[in-house]
């Protein structure tokens, strides 16, 4: 199968943004745009709906949704909804979900609860009106969607990085997100947290493709790229560094880096990122670094590369340069 290149969006842009980058994007020749579901972000079906207008050929999906602040069948009809509107282009993307401590949501059992909203999506999607048992969600015999959809199994990506999340994609995903990571080490170390799963449901293990995404900024300056990328980078270290059994970090440079972001102080925080670490956590430098660093992982047998905002040190300049200079050197 071959590698997919894809953008990754935040969902903080006005109307009318997000078109006018999806058609750049598709002219470009990516594969695949993404539209992050972070806490107190908008919505992403908004630009997705918007970038399921303006476009043709791309996939389109969220990375990711969560059943803990939206119910399943809330689920099901937004995934109809954007692949009706892309005419069967549409993907699902589910996760636990980060933060959502800040708005008093709890997130018990969540390998059971991603695999039972998963149950309960596909079941609605295919009008199986059996009605679904689960421990979390649950569906009446004879509940049902009450409009007609697109298709009934648009493709599953389950982000996760750790073992028993990674062996829930192997059982029931198309796809797993390892978001927040360039690190071509950790794509060993995935597959084999797949395998488990996939084995445990004989499936072969490279039917569920490894998709890695992280933080991007090219610029022809590599050097003003790389100091934006520490910057962002800065801000999910913490989240990200436990994570990455690969990857050993100074000692307390996740607690200085921390304390400085919790301060605000968000580019001294950066400041202190080394560029081996840099270089785990994010996409950065000129075109040919870039393409670099994502080389490493289709080596490594990744099936998707995402490049995450904020992509250059201007949004739309940074796809632009991702589509003109980084995309031609990987597929040469």
């Known amino acids: 199968m071959p590698v997919e290149i894809g ?44 970038m399921a207008r303006a476009t043709s ?89 009450r409009y007609a959809v697109h298709r009934s199994d648009p493709p599953l990506l ?28 950790m794509v060993p170390v995935i597959r084999g947290r797949v395998r488990v799963g996939a084995d445990r449901a004989g499936r072969d293990v490279e039917d569920v493709g490894i998709v890695f995404g992280a933080v991007t900024v090219v610029d022809t300056d590599g050097e003003a790229a790389r100091a934006k990328a520490r910057t962002e980078v800065a801000m999910y270290l913490a989240v990200v560094a436990d994570l990455d059994p690969t990857v050993a970090l100074p000692d307390g440079l996740v607690q200085r880096v921390g304390a400085l972001v919790d301060e605000g102080a968000h580019e001294a925080a950066g400041r202190l990122i080394p560029d081996e670490v840099l270089d785990r956590f994010a996409f950065s430098g000129t075109p040919a670094q870039v393409a670099a660093q994502a080389q490493t992982l289709i080596d490594a047998g990744v099936r998707r590369v995402e490049f995450g905002t904020p992509h250059g040190l201007t ?8 589509g003109s200079a980084v995309l031609p050197l990987l597929r040469r």
């Not at 903080?12 to 980058?21: M, S, V």
């Not at 982000?159 to 690190?183: H, Y």
């Not at 949004?315 to 991702?322: A, I, R, S």
């Open 158 to 185: 389950i982000g996760a990085w750790g073992p028993q999340g990674a062996a829930l994609a192997g059982r029931i995903a198309d796809e797993i997100k390892v978001g927040g990571s360039a690190n071509p080490d």
């Open 57 to 145: 050929r791309v996939r389109l999906g969220t990375a990711c949704l969560n059943p803990y602040s939206l119910a399943p069948y809330e689920i099901a009809g937004q995934l109809a909804a954007l692949d009706l509107a892309s005419h069967g282009r549409a993907y699902l993307g589910l996760a636990r979900g980060t933060w959502l401590g800040a708005v008093g949501l709890a997130q018990l059992r969540p390998l059971t609860t991603i695999e039972e909203a998963a149950a309960v999506v596909y079941r609605l999607l295919r009008g199986d009106r059996d009605g679904y048992p689960g421990r979390v969600f649950t569906l009446e015999p004879g509940t049902a969607l």
């Open 315 to 322: 949004d739309d300049g940074g796809v632009d340069l991702l």
């Open 7 to 50: 953008l990754g969006l935040q969902s903080d842009k006005p109307a009318g943004a997000y078109a006018a980058l999806a058609q750049a994007a598709e002219a470009h020749g990516f594969d695949v745009l993404t539209v992050f579901g972070d806490l107190m972000y908008q919505p992403p079906i908004f630009p997705l709906l918007e």
